[in-house]
Nanobody, 117 residues
Framework: QVHVAESGGGLVQPGGSLRLACAASGAISKMYAMNWYRQAPGKQREWVATMSSAGGTNVAGSVKGRFTISRDNNKNMIFLQMNNLKPDDTAVYYC???????????WGQGTQVTVSS
């Protein structure tokens, strides 16, 4: 069984920074993608960033230049460094693992990020 857990959310003022972490455990194939998604109140869940098992990264245009995704292979963790946060970044942020071998998706419970003065 795969377990995914996010941490690091909180309340921050506009222009501030937060670093989210996602820890994964369990049986995952060697071909996977770890992703960050977010869902704001009243809106659909949207993709934010991806880290592939090969180390490739990609971030959504709306956060490019402000958000950076990275990983710690030894700990099976990924991180989302969020700088220059804006009120529109307020959302629940979810970590997702897509296993390309099994086509399974695993989700964490989410962590709340609130950007407000």
């Amino acid at each position: 069984q795969v377990h995914v857990a996010e941490s690091g959310g909180g309340l921050v003022q506009p222009g501030g920074s937060l670093r989210l972490a996602c820890a994964a455990s369990g049986a995952i194939s060697k071909m996977y993608a770890m992703n960050w998604y977010r869902q704001a109140p009243g809106k659909q869940r949207e993709w934010v960033a991806t880290m592939s098992s090969a180390g490739g990264t990609n971030v959504a245009g709306s956060v490019k230049g402000r958000f950076t995704i990275s990983r710690d292979n030894n700990k099976n963790m990924i991180f989302l460094q969020m700088n220059n946060l804006k009120p529109d970044d307020t959302a629940v942020y979810y970590c997702n693992i897509h296993d390309f071998f099994s086509s399974a998706d695993y989700w964490g419970q989410g962590t709340q990020v609130t950007v407000s003065s």
